[in-house]
Structures are given as structure tokens and as C-alpha cells.
């Protein structure tokens, strides 16, 4: 088989992919009363897809991904509540918003080490928390932007109080971004993207241009965040601080460990895994569930994250190599 | 004015001592320990509840928070981090912040999650004013005073010990190239057992002198964290003076900042980092020629 054939072999829809998604469909109205909590996965794994693309695909460790998403959220939450109440609208606001900052935003992760990218993220994040903090009269300050009424989705669909519209719609728009970030990775840029992730030095090498690539993927990855932050704001009704806090960036950053990184169902997975885990411990232990979370973390790295999603090396004795 | 800078130094110094065992270790090791405060908070608790519980003088705790924190910090040291020093950054993240998410529960578990209150001796409350009458009056509390005192005479320790003593030349070699240095015959890994035990002791006592200014309560490994990390981010790795210097700074804009321009303190601290890294993304103050 020739390199071009089998390239187009991996890029390929599988059925099981096609099975997993009519699931994802059907899911919201074969278990109604938990439509609620679906539209919240739909959200988080767009999310996760997204910090996928950053740190799974092109290797930058990025502990504010929240800004992105917390941008979004706002800008999408306060598109509704002052200029139209359309949802599709207040979503492609929200959208291109985010992916203006990440432009912006990819400048400052051009340089550096692990550490230095890992803070410079991290300040964005908390530079925006601040900054909505300090414009309390637009953001609504520690209370939150309260008071968003989005209208029907296109209009005819009224947000329903069981949430099953919200589902179909944040699973719509997961699916839409997921195809993207899935012809994205699979394309020649796909390639180059995890050429620069495994040596930088030797993609420079070859002739990819290594600057403009982190910044096109920094990019739409920040939109596809920001995508993921609208639709929370307007599924919601709300918006409030904590979405740029450094709970969401390290819990995003979890349950991409938990489900791979460097694959893009591994968010996916990763986020209904984390959202599960979630309410079973919070329902035991509503005060001390990052005990749980945190010591399932340790556990995930001294056992190798690798061998946790792929439950038949556990029991094999080959060394496994701890290079990802 | 001067008061501001003052309780900017103090703060600063506290910051600095903090860090330094997270500067070390980073640049030891190239590991990103985000778990670095919660053996400040241990510091801290620890001299909260011997004061309180046990009626033990302050003098005393300070020695015991430092010996403590130390003695866990090199029992995990050899427990849980060796295992980490080889995998890549990411598994590092994960795993230091899953040990700093267990130490914020397991802090709310034991003692509560409502802020501690630090009883200090009598004779470390109140202040001393000089130059009353000029415009620039400096007001100085005896407990910033005497932070700033315990924590310069171990900067000068730390000091001396880094470039004076035979072990610190062998720290120094470890951090500038662990592999050559190992081929020299320095045991690295015993080197790195014991700045991690110093480093963490330091921490420890920093959380122990630090209680009352910075406040304790269970979330205070993830709250300062940030600030740990910009001493590390800014200052290098590579030296002690680029860390102290960096903690410095960091103290007087911090202080500065939230007087000046209330709401917007932290902003400014930020905004100085990020432009700082992108300037000069291997921190402010590299020594060249070491292995960065």
C-alpha cells in the first residue's frame, strides 16, 4: 500500500465513529431526564476537543485554556442580552470573538520553554478574570451576568426547562466543530502540527514553518473554545466568573489525560468519563471530591495515562517507554 | 510611600523564600511542581495548630515547621516525584496538581475551611515610625521587620552555602548539567534528595511565617501558586539572585499595585509577567553558559 492510500485509510470514517454519534443523537431523547447533563458533556467535550488540538496534537502545555472559553461565554452572554436574542448569531459572535483573542494570544507562545508557556497562558486567563472583575457594570462583577433570555433556535425551537433542545443543540454544534478539527488534524497541516509537537527542531528542518503553524492551530483552537463558552452562556442563561478560573483549565486538562491525548475522541470520552466520576463522588462527598480527583490524577500518572485507556497492556510485563 | 515599599520588601522576601526550593528543584530536575505550596500550607497549619492547641512559643514553631515540611517533602521526594523526573511535562503537571488538589481537601478535611488565625507573641505586634514629620514617613510593623530579618540572614546562608561550601558547588554543577556532573562522580540523585528536602523545609517555613500576612486557609496551595511560579518564570532557574530579585519585584508591584489601583492590583502583576516572558522568555536574570 502506498503512502498516499494509506493516509486516506486513517482519515477515514469508521463505523464505529458513526455508531457513536447516532448514540450521541439519540441519547437526549431515549434518556430525557438526563438531557441536562448530556448538553453539559456536549459542552465540555467541544472544550476538551479543543485543548486537544493545543496540547495533544501540537504539544503546547496550556493551563489557561479557560480564557478562551470564559471569553466566548461573556461575549455570547452579553451579545444576547444588548444587541439579538438569536442563539446561532450570539454563537458565531462568540466564536469569532475567541478566535480574534487566540490571534492575539498566539504571539505570546511563540517563544520559550514548557514553563514559560504554561505561565503566559495562565496569565492570560487570569488577566481576563480580572479585567471582568474590574468591569463589574458590564460583566456583572462576582454576581455574575445574570439576566440573558435567549430566544428560539431558528426560531421555532424554544430552549426547553428539560434541556433536550440545549442537548441537540450543543451536540449539533460538538459535531459541526468535531468534523472541522477532524479534517484539520488529518490534513497535511495535521501532519505538520504533530511534526512540530514530536522535535521542533527537526520540523524547522524539513521546512515547516513552525511559528505560523502554532499560531494558525492556536487559533482555531481558541475559537473552537470559544464555541464551547457560548454555548454554556446561552444554554445556561448565565455567565459568571468562574469560567475563567484555573479549576476549568486544569479540570479540561483532566479529562483530556483521562481519555488520551493526541486523539481527538479522547476529549470526548475524557469529558463524559470526568462528568460521570463527577457526580458519583460529589453525590458522597459533595466537600471533599478533589481529594478523589486529585488522587485519581496521581494514580493516572504513576500507572501511565497511556496504559489506562488501553486496559489489555495492563497485565503485560514489556517496559512501556514513558515518552508520549 | 517608604511604608509601601517597605511592606512591598517584606512581602517580597517572604515570596522569595517560598519559592527558592522550587527554583532549585526546577531547574535541577527541569520538573514542574505545581504541588510546591502545599508544603508552605503544611508549614503554616503546623505552626497554627502547635500555637494554638498546644500553647508552644512561636520561636519554637518556626524551627519545627521547617524540620517537618522537610522530612515530608523528602519522603515523597523518594516515594512519588523520582518517578516523575523522566516523564514529560505534561504527566508532571497532572501529577503535581492532583497532589495540590488532595492537599486543599485534605487541609479542608482536618482543619476547616474557614480562614486561621495566627496568635503572634506581644512582642512582635506594633510599629515603629521614623521620619514622622518629613513626607516620606515610614511605618514599619515589627512583625514585617522581623520577616524581613529571618529571611535575609537565610538568603545569606543560602548564599554561602551555594557558592562557598563543597556541597553547593556540587548543586551548582548538578543544575548546570545533571548528566556531566553525574559523570564526575556527584551522586545527583543524593544532591537532589537533599535540595528537596531543604527546599521544601524552606517552604514550610515560609508557610510559618507567612500565615499572618498572606492568610491561611485550604485553598492557599492553588492561590499561590501563580505567585510562585512567576518568582520561578522571571528570576531563571539558574542562580539564587534572579529568583530573589524576581520575588522582589513581584512584592513591591503586588503592594504597590493594590494600593495604588485597588481593583486592579493582580492586573498589573500579570500584565508584568507576560511581558516580561515575552521579552525574555528564560527569565530575567539567566547566568549564560549554563544549560538553560
Redesign the interface.
Known amino acids: 500500500m502506498n503512502a498516499h492510500k494509506s493516509l486516506l485509510q486513517a482519515a477515514r470514517w469508521r463505523p464505529l465513529e458513526l455508531a457513536f454519534w447516532v448514540l450521541a443523537f439519540v441519547s437526549p431523547w431515549a434518556v430525557a431526564q438526563h438531557a441536562l447533563i448530556i448538553n453539559e458533556i456536549a459542552i465540555v467535550a467541544l472544550f476538551a476537543v479543543s485543548l486537544d488540538l493545543v496540547?495533544g496534537y501540537t504539544g503546547i502545555?496550556s493551563?489557561g485554556h479557560a480564557a478562551f472559553l470564559g471569553f466566548g461565554a461573556y461575549a455570547a452572554a452579553l451579545f444576547a442580552k444588548h444587541i439579538h436574542p438569536d442563539p446561532l448569531l450570539g454563537l458565531c459572535v462568540g466564536v469569532v470573538v475567541a478566535t480574534l483573542l487566540g490571534a492575539v494570544c498566539s504571539?505570546?507562545i511563540m517563544?520559550?520553554?514548557?514553563?514559560?508557556r504554561?505561565?503566559?497562558t495562565?496569565?492570560?486567563a487570569?488577566?481576563l478574570l480580572?479585567?471582568a472583575?474590574?468591569y463589574s457594570d458590564l460583566t456583572g462583577g462576582a454576581d455574575g451576568l445574570q439576566g440573558v433570555i435567549m430566544g428560539p433556535l431558528l426560531g421555532k425551537f424554544e430552549f426547553d426547562l428539560m434541556g433536550q433542545v440545549s442537548a441537540w443543540y450543543s451536540l449539533t454544534v460538538l459535531l459541526l466543530f468535531f468534523v472541522l478539527a477532524r479534517r484539520l488534524v488529518h490534513a497535511p497541516l495535521g501532519g505538520t502540527l504533530k511534526a512540530v509537537r514530536d522535535n521542533r527542531l527537526r520540523a524547522m528542518a524539513i521546512g515547516v514553518p513552525v511559528a505560523s503553524r502554532i499560531a494558525v492551530v492556536y487559533t482555531v483552537a481558541a475559537g473552537v473554545a470559544g464555541g464551547a463558552g457560548a454555548l454554556m452562556a446561552q444554554t445556561t442563561g448565565f455567565a459568571s466568573l468562574d469560567v475563567f478560573a484555573?479549576d476549568r483549565s486544569?479540570d479540561v486538562?483532566?479529562m483530556l489525560?483521562m481519555g488520551g491525548?493526541g486523539w481527538l475522541y479522547g476529549g470526548i470520552v475524557g469529558a463524559i468519563a470526568f462528568k460521570l466520576m463527577y457526580d458519583v463522588i460529589a453525590g458522597i462527598t459533595p466537600?471533599?471530591?478533589?481529594?478523589w480527583?486529585?488522587?485519581?490524577?496521581?494514580v493516572?500518572?504513576?500507572v501511565g495515562?497511556e496504559r489506562l485507556i488501553r486496559p489489555w497492556t495492563w497485565f503485560s510485563t514489556k517496559r512501556q517507554e514513558?515518552?508520549? | 510611600m517608604l511604608t509601601l515599599l517597605f511592606d512591598g520588601i517584606a512581602y517580597g522576601m517572604l515570596l522569595f523564600i517560598l519559592a527558592v526550593g522550587l527554583c532549585v528543584t526546577m531547574g535541577l530536575m527541569n520538573f514542574i511542581n505545581l504541588a510546591h505550596g502545599a508544603f508552605a500550607m503544611l508549614g503554616g497549619y503546623l505552626t497554627v495548630a502547635l500555637m494554638q492547641r498546644h500553647d508552644v512559643p512561636f520561636l519554637v514553631c518556626l524551627p519545627l515547621a521547617f524540620l517537618v515540611s522537610a522530612v515530608v517533602g523528602v519522603l515523597l521526594e523518594r516515594t512519588l516525584y523520582r518517578t516523575m523526573y523522566k516523564k514529560p511535562h505534561l504527566d508532571q503537571v497532572l501529577f503535581s496538581i492532583g497532589l495540590a488538589f488532595m492537599a486543599v481537601a485534605s487541609a479542608d478535611y482536618l482543619m476547616g475551611s474557614q480562614q486561621q488565625i495566627m496568635q503572634l507573641p506581644d512582642w512582635l505586634r506594633g510599629r515603629t515610625e521614623l521620619f514622622v514629620d518629613s513626607p516620606f514617613v515610614l511605618g514599619m510593623g515589627h512583625y514585617r521587620l522581623f520577616i524581613i530579618a529571618v529571611c535575609a540572614a537565610l538568603t545569606v546562608g543560602l548564599q554561602y552555602v551555594l557558592s562557598a561550601t563543597r556541597f553547593g558547588s556540587r548543586l551548582r554543577a548538578s543544575v548546570d548539567d545533571p548528566r556531566v556532573a553525574s559523570g564526575l562522580g556527584i551522586n545527583v540523585n543524593v544532591v537532589f534528595a537533599a535540595t528537596f528536602a531543604v527546599g521544601s523545609g524552606l517552604a514550610g517555613l515560609g508557610g510559618a511565617l507567612g500565615a499572618e500576612v498572606l492568610g491561611l486557609d485550604p485553598t492557599f496551595p492553588l492561590k499561590f501558586m501563580v505567585y510562585f511560579l512567576i518568582v520561578v518564570a522571571v528570576g531563571g532557574t539558574t542562580s539564587i539572585t534572579g529568583p530573589l530579585l524576581a520575588a522582589l519585584l513581584l512584592g513591591i508591584a503586588d503592594v504597590a499595585g493594590k494600593y495604588y489601583i485597588p481593583k486592579l492590583g493582580a492586573f498589573i502583576v500579570y500584565t508584568l509577567m507576560i511581558a516580561i516572558l515575552i521579552w525574555r522568555p528564560q527569565g530575567l536574570f539567566v547566568r549564560q553558559g549554563g544549560k538553560s
Do not use: C, P
Open positions: 496540547l502545555v493551563l504571539l505570546s517563544r520559550g520553554t514548557d514553563l514559560t504554561l505561565m503566559v495562565l496569565g492570560t487570569l488577566i480580572e479585567l472583575n474590574k484555573l486544569a486538562m483532566l489525560a491525548v466537600q471533599y471530591w478533589t481529594f480527583i486529585g488522587l485519581f490524577l496521581v493516572l500518572v504513576m495515562r514513558g515518552a508520549v
